[in-house]
T-cell receptor, first 115, second 114 residues
Framework: GAVVSQHPSWVICKSGTSVKIECRSLDFQATTMFWYRQFPKQSLMLMATSNEGSKATYEQGVEKDKFLINHASLTLSTLTVTSAHPEDSSFYIC???????????FGPGTRLTVL | GDSVTQMEGPVTLSEEAFLTINCTYTATGYPSLFWYVQYPGEGLQLLLKATKADDKGSNKGFEATYRKETTSFHLEKGSVQVSDSAVYFCAANRLTGGGNKLTFGTGTQLKVEL
């Protein structure tokens, strides 16, 4: 149990375009999901907390207009990287805790490359 | 603020060697503690957890004990295998208004050789 999926697993896009990444909890509901960014050989940096039915909360230094988050249902959160630039290239990972628990389960990640 | 400190890697061991990866934390209160493992090109997988002092988490031969007196949660395995080669992250949850957030250590890369 407690499986989180992400789609796509990798994406290549041109500079200036927008890319949407989906995060789904497959066998549980999640009122909260988290989005992380990971640079090569580094730890995970929390970008934002996605809240079902309300606005996401962003960590300091993360541009909310650039990284749009929508938590449309109890099993789906999306991260849209708008007007992507090469410096946005990274590994994006989401996580979700099943309701009432403090354990987060992570998706397999999405590798974004912006040309 | 909360922080998690891990021993720096990479750590290179021979198969069947004993593994210890140190982890200490600073936090307000008593957070739950986690070890996650990340294989190349993949997301993080929960390896084990402990929620209160003296709890021992264990999975796949790995163990870690929540030590309140030393604020530590060291990861150990008695006999590592080549398949254990991965990056290991120690993490502590921190309660915020409306939910939990994880604070990660920097990760420790483990390489096991034949």
């Amino acid at each position: 149990g407690a499986v989180v999926s992400q789609h796509p697993s990798w994406v290549i896009c041109k500079s200036g375009t927008s890319v949407k990444i989906e995060c789904r909890s497959l066998d549980f509901q999640a009122t909260t999901m988290f989005w992380y960014r990971q640079f090569p050989k580094q730890s995970l940096m929390l970008m934002a907390t996605s809240n079902e039915g309300s606005k996401a909360t962003y960590e300091q230094g993360v541009e909310k207009d650039k990284f749009l988050i929508n938590h449309a249902s109890l099993t789906l959160s999306t991260l849209t990287v708008t007007s992507a630039h090469p410096e946005d290239s990274s590994f994006y990972i989401c996580s979700a805790p099943p309701g009432g628990t403090d354990t987060q389960y992570f998706g397999p990640g999405t590798r974004l490359t912006v040309l | 603020g909360d922080s998690v400190t891990q021993m720096e890697g990479p750590v290179t061991l021979s198969e069947e060697a004993f593994l210890t990866i140190n982890c200490t934390y600073t936090a307000t209160g008593y957070p739950s503690l986690f070890w996650y493992v990340q294989y190349p090109g993949e997301g993080l997988q929960l390896l084990l957890k402990a929620t209160k002092a003296d709890d021992k988490g264990s999975n796949k031969g790995f163990e870690a004990t929540y030590r309140k007196e030393t604020t530590s949660f060291h990861l150990e395995k008695g006999s590592v295998q080549v398949s254990d080669s991965a990056v290991y992250f120690c993490a502590a949850n921190r309660l915020t208004g409306g939910g939990n957030k994880l604070t990660f250590g920097t990760g420790t890369q483990l390489k096991v050789e034949l």
